[in-house]
């Protein structure tokens, strides 16, 4: 049984910093790619960052320069770190996988861990 979860999220000041953490866990082969994902309040969930396990990259508009996503695939592992924080980056955050596994490739969720920036 595959599972991810999140942890690291928090209330924050805007301008602050938080670093978001993924720990996968289960009978997996291969972990072909990682991200993180948000959602706020009537709003849908949109892509943040993703890594895939041949280094690629990617990055909503909204949060280049100011967020930084990196994995440790050998740990089940993947990071974002969040700097310059605004107000409108307040959501629920999802980790999400694309796991090979022995019942096939699927896509994974976590839970979800709560961001809040306010003053």
């Known amino acids: 049984q595959v599972q991810l979860v999140e942890s690291g999220g928090g209330l924050v000041q805007p301008g602050g910093s938080l670093r978001l953490s993924c720990a996968a866990s289960g009978r997996i082969f291969v972990i072909n790619a990682m991200g993180w994902y948000r959602q706020a309040p009537g709003k849908e969930r949109e892509l943040v960052a993703t890594?895939?396990?041949?280094?690629?990259?990617n990055y909503a508009d909204s949060v280049k320069g100011r967020f930084t996503i990196s994995r440790d695939f050998a740990k089940k592992m993947v990071y974002l770190q969040m700097n310059s924080l605004k107000p409108e980056d307040t959501a629920v955050y999802y980790c999400?996988?694309?796991?090979?596994?022995?019942?096939?490739?699927?896509?994974?969720w976590g839970q979800g861990t709560q961001v809040t920036v306010s003053s």
């Open positions: 890594t895939t396990n041949s280094g690629r990259t």
């Open positions: 999400n996988a694309d796991l090979s596994t022995i019942s096939g490739r699927y896509d994974y």
